[in-house]
Nanobody, 126 residues
Framework: QVQLVESGGGLVQAGGSLRLSCAAS????????MGWFRQAPGNERVFVAA????????YYADSVKGRFTISRDNAKNTVYLQMNSLKPEDTAVYFC???????????????????WGQGTQVTVSS
């Protein structure tokens, strides 16, 4: 079992920044991926970014490339999502997730994640 707890959401004006955190606890694994997904009202949950824990490979959705940065702190078992130049269309509930898979084509798909956090709301006003 892996437990995930997100924090850092909130209300920000367009063009502003927020940093989300996700602390992981529970069983330890040697190879896995941490990802961020988001879900806007009435929409499906979509991939935002992911990072492989051992190699630090990062993947991003096209919609956030150049604006968002995913990173990790191995000692704290925490993954971060730095979000800059935020737009109103970034408004959503953001979820942190854990996957035992590390290949890019697999970690962009929500069904390949086994554990999820409770979500944190990000609202960007225009």
């Amino acid at each position: 079992q892996v437990q995930l707890v997100e924090s850092g959401g909130g209300l920000v004006q367009a063009g502003g920044s927020l940093r989300l955190s996700c602390a992981a606890s529970g069983r330890s694994f040697s190879s896995f991926t941490m990802g961020w997904f988001r879900q806007a009202p009435g929409n499906e949950r979509v991939f935002v970014a992911a990072i492989t824990w051992s190699g630090g490979n990062t993947y991003y959705a096209d919609s956030v490339k150049g604006r968002f940065t995913i990173s990790r702190d191995n000692a704290k078992n925490t993954v971060y999502l730095q979000m800059n130049s935020l737009k109103p269309e970034d408004t959503a509930v953001y979820f942190c997730a854990w996957s035992p898979r590390i290949r890019m084509l697999l970690v962009t798909i929500s069904n390949n994640y086994d554990y999820w956090g409770q979500g944190t709301q990000v609202t960007v006003s225009s």
